[in-house]
Each structure stands twice: as structure tokens, then as C-alpha cells.
């Protein structure tokens, strides 16, 4: 099947291509009416028109007539796609049982089957849906750090995408997932893209371990480098003598509120390795009076495990509900969306919640000595909604980089030789006829694209900083330049510049 679709390009520019540029970008947005004309056109082009049914059949969600579809699998023929699950027959014609859609990543081109999506097949998803390629995956796989490690757990694996990822830096992967068919997607997907992805479809379990069960209970008593979740963290409004099969499993972790974030704070450090790392994404409860929104979130933490938080999204308890009944596409029935909208807001009501955060996580448990107490280096909550650069993974990893770096040299920071990040930029600004700006602005243009507001001494160590002087000589320097002989300046001005090595505006010289 794989040469196939091999052929016929079936990939993210192959599609492109057939569709044209508007069509594909209004593809993107699941709008799916351009593409239905763009189609239909090539299907009367001999040269097009293999590659205009597949898409149509498996990215539109059409019926196509066998005919059209047959001379694109010539090796796994109609036959071979109904023994795999891919098809259905409708009253002669032939429509998608699954998703099956080309994914691409730096040199990597893939395939990548799930359920078809909302806009894909009419009605309420099924209860047992496998989600494809979301915004959310999409997220994740931008947010993790590509360090190369012995092994790695996908918890909550869905169709597997995180895994293909991972398979690249990582020895062993083990994928987890509560939905017995999500497991089988997953599986389905490594075996359809083992040439790509360097695996022996005979021997998976030497790279890949597929295991069934809840949250780290396949896992108990393991040790991994890396965790990546994206779990099931959109909280749901429960309900009395609830089953189990009535959730959606792919998004809905049974449990109350945010308590399956919370369980994750708690519980992920206990499979990692020592210095091991855990990303995921996730949703967290807001109550009003709260003094900030990551107070919670403080409550969750061990006190031995470092942890950097970025709130991305902020939402009232009306949005949140309206965003989760449109994902499930519950607003097809009035009335269910009426009942699940009237629910959700009973739900939040009664802990008081005010707003649903979202956003990255990144917890790690602290290396230790023979002997020693591991203790958390690293506590940062922080909230950025503004666009950022993605992939984010390798400017976080540098960023943790910066912050164990200015752990190690806590004593002799004063010696240290500083220089700016290639990416930062001076912003001035004054009054027309002022001799001095009024503002200094120091931006990023890559990563987190952070903007400080500096104060002249500031502005005027990070001048400075070309690696030539150290630290304490540029201070001095300054405080001489100045005539700032207060005992406090020294000291502030060394903090300052400690929060632009955090934040990335200056970087060691040499690194």
C-alpha cells in the first residue's frame, strides 16, 4: 500500500499541488468546499484524476465510485483496502471508514490514518473517536526538545503522531493510550510507515512498545529520559451512574474538573529518570478570588521537581463550553447542546470557576548525587498569548540550558563574559527635542519573541556585552560612569542582567 500511495504522490505537496493554493489553505481551516471544486475539475484530468479520487475519498470524506478509485491501488486493490478497514460500501459507491492523510516533518513524509473528523461524516462523533492531526498534536510535537535520549513515553498516544516524532532521537518509545483503538491506529500507522521511519514491521517491539491502559498504570515502577502527553485534559461535566463508554476518549479523562492535569503534576516525575524531563499540554481550572492563575498549579508540584508553565490561552467557562460542543460536533443536535451547554456551566459554577487556563508544560526531576535530596532549580509561571516561533522545543531547551547554567555559577556570576543573542534587536524611542529616549526596548526576534523595558544602566550593559569584559568590570564601569556609589545598585543591576540570561538576550560568550 505504501508504493501505492507512493505513486501516486500522495503527500502534503502533492496535495497541494492538485488543490492550488487557495483551496489548500481553505483545507486547512476544514473548509472543504473549494477543495470539492478543485477535485471534481481533476477528476476529468486523465494525468489528475487517480490522485483527485483518493483525495476526495479520504480527505473530503466523498463517495466515489469503485472505478474511479481502483486504478489508484493497483498492488493493494479495493479488496486489499476493505481486509484493512479503509473503506465501506454505500449502495454501489465507496466511502472512507477512516482518515488517511499525509503528514510531513523536516525530511520525513508519512501517512497517518485516525477517524474521520466532524467535518468529515455527519452526526456526533463516535464515543471512541481517534483523533488525527490537531492543532493540539501539532503543538506538542512543536514543543518537545529533540535531545537525542535512551527512552521515551507517549502517554495518551492517540494515532500514534507523537511516536513518529520521537522514533527520530529517541532509542525506545512506549506509547500508551486508554482506547484499545487507538492502539490499533497507532500500530496500523508504524507498520504503514516503517521504510520511512527506519522500522522492521517484524521486530516493532524493538523500537516500539504498544501497551493498554489508564494514565501511568502501564507504566508503574519505569523510568524514562523523555515524557510526552497529550492527554485527555478537556474537563467534562460528570454525571450520576456515568459509563465509561459514554466519554469521549479522546479528549475526556472521566475525572472531575482538572483533576487528570492535576494527577499529572503529582504523578509524572515518578517515571522519570533522573534528570528526565516531562511536556505536555493542558487545561486547568481558574477559581475567582485566585491570586494569580497558577496558583494551583503551585499547589500540584513536589517540591524536587522543576517546572516552567506558559499559559497560551485564557477562556470564560461559556467559551470553554462552546469550543469542546463544537469539537465533538454536539451543536448538530440542538437539543444535546442546549443540555451539555446548560451542564457545563452547572459544572464550573459549583467549584467557582472563573476561567479555564491553557497551555505548555515542562516538569523535570532534578538530578541528585549519591546521597542527595534532589532539589526543584527551576519554578517559572509565566503567560505569553502573543504568537511565538515554532518549533518552540529547541529555544525552551536552550532556555533550561541558560537557567542551569546561571545555577552552576550562582558564586562567580560576576566573572562570567556575556555577549547579546544574534536575534535581539535595541528599540529607542523619545520626545521630539528630548536629549535622552524616554523608552529602550530590547526585542527578540526568534523563540518566545520577548520585549524588556530597560532602564539606562541596563541598556547600558547590554552595550557593553561583547564578551570582552566580564560581568562585575561592566558594573563598575557603569556605576563610575554614572556616580551610582548606593551599595543596592551593584547588586539590582546583577539581577537584571541574570532575567535577560534567563530570557535569552544574552548568552554566554562561547555558547
Known amino acids: 500500500m505504501a508504493a501505492d500511495l507512493t505513486e501516486l504522490d500522495y503527500s502534503v505537496d502533492g496535495v497541494a499541488e492538485l488543490l492550488g493554493a487557495e483551496a489548500w489553505a481553505a483545507f486547512d481551516r476544514d473548509q472543504l468546499v473549494p477543495a470539492e471544486l478543485a477535485t471534481s475539475r481533476s477528476l476529468e484530468d486523465p494525468a489528475r484524476s487517480r490522485l483527485a479520487a483518493v483525495v476526495r475519498f479520504w480527505l473530503l470524506g466523498n463517495t466515489v465510485e469503485p472505478e ?3 486504478p ?13 478497514g479503509l473503506l465501506e460500501h454505500d449502495d454501489g459507491a ?6 488517511l492523510r499525509p503528514y510531513g516533518f523536516g525530511s520525513t513524509e508519512l501517512w497517518v490514518a485516525s477517524d474521520l473528523g466532524a467535518h468529515q461524516r455527519p452526526g456526533v462523533l463516535r464515543r471512541d473517536h481517534v483523533l488525527g492531526i490537531g492543532q493540539a498534536s501539532l503543538t506538542l510535537a512543536q514543543l518537545t526538545a529533540r535531545t537525542d535520549v535512551e527512552r521515551a513515553l507517549d502517554l495518551g ?9 520521537l522514533l527520530g532521537h529517541c532509542r525506545h518509545v512506549t506509547a500508551t493510550d486508554i482506547s484499545e483503538r487507538a492502539l490499533a491506529f497507532t500500530r496500523f500507522n ?6 520511512a521511519l527506519g522500522l522492521d514491521p517484524e521486530r516493532l517491539a524493538a523500537r516500539v512498545s504498544l501497551r493498554l491502559g489508564s494514565l501511568l498504570e502501564p507504566v508503574a515502577g519505569e523510568r524514562f529520559d523523555l515524557v510526552v502527553s497529550n492527554p485527555p485534559f478537556v474537563i467534562t461535566p460528570r454525571r450520576p451512574a456515568e459509563r465509561a463508554e459514554e466519554q469521549f476518549t479522546y479528549r475526556d479523562g472521566g475525572l472531575p474538573g482538572d483533576d487528570i ?3 499529572l503534576f503529582r504523578t509524572l516525575p515518578s517515571v522519570l529518570a533522573d534528570g528526565g524531563v516531562a511536556q505536555m499540554l493542558g487545561n486547568w481550572e481558574i477559581p475567582a478570588g485566585s491570586a494569580t492563575w497558577h496558583a494551583r498549579l503551585e499547589q500540584w508540584l513536589s517540591p524536587d521537581t522543576d517546572a516552567w508553565v506558559i499559559q497560551r490561552e485564557q477562556l470564560s467557562p461559556a467559551q470553554y463550553a462552546e469550543t469542546w460542543l463544537r469539537d465533538a460536533a454536539e451543536n448538530r443536535d440542538p437539543a444535546l447542546f442546549a443540555s451539555a451547554y446548560a451542564a457545563y456551566l452547572d459544572d464550573f459554577d459549583s467549584r467557582a470557576v472563573e476561567a479555564v487556563g491553557f497551555g505548555m508544560v515542562w516538569l523535570r526531576r532534578p538530578a541528585a548525587g549519591p546521597g542527595e535530596t534532589p532539589e526543584a532549580a527551576l519554578r517559572r509561571f509565566e503567560e505569553i498569548t502573543y504568537p ?5 522545543g529547541p529555544h525552551l531547551a536552550a532556555a533550561v540550558e541558560r537557567s542551569d547554567w546561571l545555577a552552576a555559577h550562582a558564586a562567580d556570576f560576576g566573572r562570567q563574559h556575556l555577549e547579546v543573542a544574534g536575534d535581539v534587536t535595541e528599540e529607542r524611542h523619545q520626545r521630539p527635542g528630548a536629549e535622552h529616549p524616554g523608552v529602550i526596548l530590547l526585542r527578540q526576534g526568534a523563540g518566545l519573541r520577548r520585549t524588556n523595558l530597560m532602564s539606562t544602566e541596563l541598556a547600558g550593559f547590554v552595550s557593553a556585552s561583547d564578551g570582552e569584559l566580564d560581568v562585575d568590570q561592566i558594573i563598575g564601569a557603569l556605576a563610575s560612569l554614572l556616580g551610582r556609589t548606593e551599595p543596592d545598585f551593584a547588586r539590582q543591576l546583577s539581577d537584571e542582567v541574570r532575567n535577560l540570561v534567563v530570557d535569552g538576550f544574552l548568552v554566554p560568550t562561547g555558547q
Open 68 to 70: 474511479q478509485l481502483a
Open 72 to 84: 489508484a491501488f493497483p498492488r493493494t486493490g479495493l479488496d486489499g483496502l476493505g481486509v484493512l
Open 94 to 99: 465507496l466511502r472512507a471508514a477512516v482518515d
Open 157 to 165: 498516544t492517540g494515532c500514534g503522531i507523537q511516536v513518529f516524532h
Open 190 to 195: 508504524l507498520v504503514l510507515n516503517a521504510g
Open 261 to 263: 492535569v492535576g494527577s
Open 388 to 392: 511565538i516561533e515554532q518549533p518552540i
